[in-house]
T-cell receptor, first 116, second 115 residues
Framework: AQKITQTQPGMFVQEKEAVTLDCTYD???????LFWYKQPSSGEMIFLIY??????QNATEGRYSLNFQKARKSANLVISASQLGDSAMYFC?????????????FGSGTRLLVRP | KAGVTQTPRYLIKTRGQQVTLSCSPI?????VSWYQQTPGQGLQFLFE???????NKGNFPGRFSGRQFSNSRSEMNVSTLELGDSALYLC??????????????FGPGTRLTVL
């Protein structure tokens, strides 16, 4: 079974508008972390935002915020005021703390294209 | 602080050869993880090293191996290369403290092409 599901292979957004990238996850661990990364065409994975399973507040980092709904097991990334430089692949990832593993489990990604 | 560096950035090898990739973590980070990214399989965890010891290993054949040095720099080796080993190999470093908040920061990757 997929542990991280990103159902949007590709999305378009108009410059300066907000966009939501979906991510659902599956785990039986009580303690886990959720991460979003951005991968431009250059290939480097850029860390954007983190949400811990015990965090009560939704994480925010500048124009990025994470809409964390624990009961629904979803961790959607919201990008406000989109910029042309936001065009990239976006990956949702999870780390389960149960086995103390550092393994990040990634979704298949969403390709975002920002239109001028 | 300098970020994670990986060398070389690009490699072309032929089937049956072996290859060694290098990763230098962020200064002060003691954990190094390796991932393989392919169009078909996506991003998959290879292994993680901390203080020169392999702590975790993904589901890859024994042809894939790694090591970590006392300065936390890490290398991964792939022996007897196959066409399917063509991929972007990403290295990530983190403090290694163990908490779920311990973020992994990635390098630019090494793009390996096997002919």
């Amino acid at each position: 079974a997929q542990k991280i599901t990103q159902t949007q292979p590709g999305m378009f957004v108009q410059e300066k508008e907000a966009v939501t990238l979906d991510c659902t996850y599956d785990t039986s661990d009580q303690s886990y972390g959720l991460f979003w990364y951005k991968q431009p065409s250059s290939g480097e994975m850029i860390f954007l935002i983190y949400q811990g399973s015990y965090d009560e507040q939704n994480a925010t980092e500048g124009r990025y915020s994470l809409n964390f709904q624990k009961a629904r097991k979803s961790a959607n990334l919201v990008i406000s005021a989109s910029q042309l430089g936001d065009s990239a692949m976006y990956f949702c990832a999870m780390r389960e703390y149960g086995d103390s593993s550092y393994k990040l489990i990634f979704g298949s990604g969403t390709r975002l294209l920002v239109r001028p | 602080k300098a970020g994670v560096t990986q060398t070389p950035r690009y490699l072309i090898k032929t089937r049956g050869q072996q290859v060694t990739l290098s990763c230098s973590p962020i200064s002060g980070h003691r954990s190094v993880s390796w991932y393989q990214q392919t169009p078909g399989q996506g991003l998959q965890f290879l292994f993680e090293y901390f203080s020169e010891t392999q702590r975790n290993k993904g589901n890859f054949p024994g042809r894939f191996s790694g090591r970590q040095f006392s300065n936390s720099r890490s290398e991964m080796n792939v022996s007897t290369l196959e066409l399917g080993d063509s991929a972007l190999y990403l290295c990530a470093s983190s403090s290694g403290s163990g908490g779920t908040w311990d973020t992994q920061y990635f390098g630019p990757g090494t793009r390996l092409t096997v002919l």
